[in-house]
């Protein structure tokens, strides 16, 4: 059956499920209980035939979902066991933590050892990346905090898994940083050393002579390489995972946390939606950026991030597009490609709201040194993954760890990532399109009212802009 036949069937089918439960729910109409609960999973087997015909990780990863929250309500007990599931999913993330981090940040730092040639612009770069990444981080603070779309998750039925904070003083946190055994670090999940190590070392590399430094980089390359492709794997059984943690969750506690992850996306969305109109647009207007222009620049290369949830699959259009904005191609070729490793505003924004939103559906009241860590942390761990979709909950999993947190609110959130990965995505790429004309205007080379060259040049100078951004 052809995919334009199945959705207005799938339509049928959810209206008259939830019409059944809403009649069997309020005793309108005399029904046994079997009738809307039969109702209900000839829906949900509908729509995984038609994730089978689709064929996509995302459309899966909701419908299990779904599928495992009906399963939690309708059989508690055995959603319960379900827990499993979730475990060996999480157990396959944490093993991807350590090597991914240690080879994107020496792949980011090491990589760029021309850094010197570039001189100033380099500099100038990476002080607004850092900037700019900082005011999306406390934006996302600011909204989790005020919104509390975790708080009240696990008062219902999850007291026997409380954990309390680490308390640390202020000389345990500063050692903590800092590893004594690489070793121990990567084998006691301790992301935060590992970054440190894994900067030092790309220093290190970045100061060897280039013979030496070639065949570290080229591993540190390779080594990211396969990470990515691993954890591409394990995200096959990310629908698996999905739905036997919302089995287990909806069966403990019933609805309740499905509630609050509808309010962490409006959060989310509320979020980016201030710091474009609070930080990105002010920057636009003071760097004398024709704002209507840069619009109808991007409008494209961010609408491709929105729909492939993946900033990679942008980068080609967004070159082209700031090239033909005015900014010039030595510029593009190198900011671009650095910020998608060190300018992530949207991943930095959502990665600090949903790692205070797991604090709160835990029950544990962070204090805001204890806050402004974790964000530190993140803010270091998520560069150089923009690339990789779903790369965000890895970081996200480290981190929650290293603080003592469960690791069970990040599959709730999990169940709506599909939605918030589209918008923090296109945030990456508007935010990394306007540091390329940002830098430009700061360097004096932005042209004001350029027109660009025809397509047939652009076309012959598309390889060198590849060179560059490789």
């Known amino acids: 059956m052809k995919l334009s036949r199945l959705t207005p069937l799938l339509l049928v089918l959810f209206v008259v499920a939830l019409l059944l439960t809403v009649l069997s729910a309020y005793n309108m109409v005399a029904l046994s209980a079997k009738v809307p609960l039969a109702a209900r999973w000839l829906f949900l087997a509908a729509l995984a035939f038609y994730a089978a015909k689709r064929r996509s990780l995302t459309f899966w990863i909701v419908v299990s979902m779904f599928i495992g929250a009906e399963f939690g309500h309708d059989f508690p007990a055995l959603g319960q066991n379900m827990k499993v599931l979730s475990d060996v999913f999480l157990r396959l993330v944490k093993t991807i933590i350590a090597p991914l981090v240690f080879a994107t940040l020496v792949v980011g730092i090491a990589g760029h050892a021309d850094l010197k040639q570039v001189g100033k612009m380099g500099v100038k770069a990476l002080v607004y990346f850092e900037v700019v990444t900082t005011f999306a981080l406390f934006i996302g603070l600011a909204a989790i905090n005020l919104s509390k779309a975790g708080v009240g998750v696990s008062r219902v039925g ?15 946190i500063i050692l903590h940083i800092f590893p004594e055994n690489i070793a121990k670090s990567v084998a ?6 590992v970054v440190v190590f894994a900067i030092i070392f790309a220093i290190g590399l970045a100061m060897v002579h280039g013979r030496h430094r070639r065949p570290m980089l080229e591993f540190a390359e390779s080594l990211s390489e396969v990470m990515f492709k691993f ?14 943690a919302m089995a287990y969750t909806v069966g403990k506690m019933g609805f309740a946390p499905l509630q609050n992850a509808f309010y962490l996306l409006l959060t989310l969305y509320a979020a980016l939606i201030a710091f474009i109109l609070l930080v990105l647009l002010p920057i636009a207007l003071l760097a004398r950026i024709p704002v209507k222009r840069f619009v109808q620049a991007i409008a494209e290369p961010v609408s491709i991030a929105f729909a492939t ?3 990679e699959a ?9 090239e033909g904005l005015g900014v010039p191609r030595r510029i593009v070729a190198f900011v671009m490609p ?15 709201l949903a790692a205070i939103f797991v604090a709160q559906a835990a029950g544990i009241d962070l204090t805001w040194g204890q806050q402004l860590v974790m964000v530190f942390t993140l803010m270091l761990t998520s560069k150089g993954v923009a690339g990789v979709p779903r790369a965000s909950l890895v970081i996200l999993l480290a981190t929650v760890a290293s603080f003592n947190l469960p690791a069970w609110p990040v599959f709730i959130i999990l169940g709506i990532d599909a939605l918030m990965d589209m918008a923090r995505t296109a945030v990456n790429v508007t935010g990394n399109c306007l540091a390329t004309a940002v830098i430009a205007r700061w360097e004096g080379e932005f042209v004001d009212n350029y027109v660009a060259p025809p397509l047939t040049e652009l076309a012959e100078n598309d390889s060198t802009v590849a060179q560059h951004a490789h």
């Open 231 to 244: 954890t591409n794997v394990v995200m096959f059984f990310a629908p698996i995972g999905v739905g036997g």
């Open 338 to 352: 650095t910020g998608y490793s060190f300018n992530l505003d949207g991943t930095t924004l959502y990665l600090s």
């Open 158 to 172: 999850m007291d026997d898994e409380k954990l309390e904070p680490v308390k640390q003083s202020a000389a345990d």
């Open 314 to 322: 942008a980068l080609p259009r967004a070159m082209e597009a700031m």
């Open 309 to 311: 949830t993946s900033s």
């Open 188 to 193: 006691e999940g301790q992301v935060l050393q």
